[in-house]
């Protein structure tokens, strides 16, 4: 009887809850401009024409975002956050085992189409442009000689940064929740010279998937 009452309850509770969720969508203007936060979690990695034995870094973005509909099936979004990018790479051998980890900082400024599949579901496309503020490279391993972390110097790298993002979100209402990946087309490193020979480091190009959630906040 207990189990019962208790089934019945979440039950009721579940369809208010659908109920209070419809009501608010049906509420919720999809034609006004929306502003609103946004943050969620990265999972980013440097490439190269090689292979390379680089793994996901995990870091998060947060900021602002714009919606600004055209039609009921599209809308341009544009957006303003911090961003984390860049890798780690595990390594073991004979004499010591660690993690080096690259992290870098961007402020990024994406420009994207949306397009409504659904009054819940949607596409977005585009592309960014994002200029880094930092970055920390950082060793940790079995032996505590070869710990570090440090600043890195931006001035070695290339500062300004262009890419094409990628995604799909779901709406409820104001509340979004959606993936994208953003992908890089612009080299990390800048091209020196050393006793006349030109090298880059690293040559690569950022590549970030994210998960996130939003909110209109106007």
């Keep these: 009887m207990k189990k019962f009452t208790i089934l019945i309850t979440a039950s009721l509770l579940l369809t208010g809850a659908i109920f209070t969720q419809t009501m608010a969508q049906e509420k919720f203007d999809r034609t006004a401009p929306l502003v609103g936060i946004k943050g969620g979690v990265n999972f980013s990695n440097l490439y190269t024409d090689d292979e390379s034995d680089s793994q996901m870094l995990t870091g998060f973005n947060l900021g602002l975002f714009a919606k600004m509909p055209v039609t009921r099936f599209l809308a341009i979004q544009p957006e303003l956050y911090f961003t984390t990018k860049g890798a780690e790479v595990a390594y073991d051998n004979l004499f010591v085992n660690g993690t080096a980890r690259f992290r870098l900082n961007y402020i990024e400024l994406p420009m994207l189409l949306v397009v409504n599949i659904t009054p819940n579901f949607n596409l977005q496309a585009g592309a960014y442009v994002s200029y880094m ?86």
């Design 133 to 218: 503020i930092s970055g920390i490279s950082t060793n940790e391993s079995t032996v505590d000689l070869f710990d570090f972390e440090e600043n890195i110097d931006t001035r070695d790298y290339n500062r300004f940064e262009g890419g094409l993002a990628f995604g799909a979100g779901l709406d409820l209402g104001a509340f979004s929740l959606g993936a994208r990946y953003s992908y890089g087309l612009t080299n990390v490193g800048k091209e020196q010279t050393f006793m006349g020979v030109s090298y880059t480091v690293p040559n690569a190009t950022n590549g970030v998937f994210n998960v996130y959630a939003s909110i209109g906040i106007n």
